[in-house]
Nanobody
Framework: QVQLVESGGGLVQPGGSLRISCAAS????????MNWYRQAPGKERELVAA????????NYLDSVKGRFTISRDNAKNTVYLQMNSLKPEDTAVYYC??????????WGQGTQVTVSS
């Protein structure tokens, strides 16, 4: 049974930092590209960061470049998103996604990140 379980979300003040994690099971994690998406109230889900299966390639949404870092530990079947210099506009539910080609796509349940003073 495929599972993606996010953790680490919460409330943080503007300018603060947070690291969210996604623990994967039920599939061969090291062969999947991993992505973090987010969805704010009333907005469409957007791709925030992506990392290749072996971790050598990353890509970021322009608005988070230089502030967020995606990484993965294939030995632990876990992907991370380190978020620094957080802004109120980063407030959203963050979703972990595993993808291998157009037909294989798994999603986590999401973790809430709220940036507010």
């Amino acid at each position: 049974q495929v599972q993606l379980v996010e953790s680490g979300g919460g409330l943080v003040q503007p300018g603060g930092s947070l690291r969210i994690s996604c623990a994967a099971s039920g599939f061969t994690f090291s062969t999947y590209g991993m992505n973090w998406y987010r969805q704010a109230p009333g907005k469409e889900r957007e791709l925030v960061a992506a990392i290749s299966s072996v971790g050598d390639l990353t890509n970021y949404l322009d608005s988070v470049k230089g502030r967020f870092t995606i990484s993965r530990d294939n030995a632990k079947n876990t992907v991370y998103l380190q978020m620094n210099s957080l802004k109120p506009e980063d407030t959203a539910v963050y979703y972990c996604n595993a993808r291998r080609g157009p037909r294989t796509d798994y999603w986590g349940q999401g973790t809430q990140v709220t940036v507010s003073s």
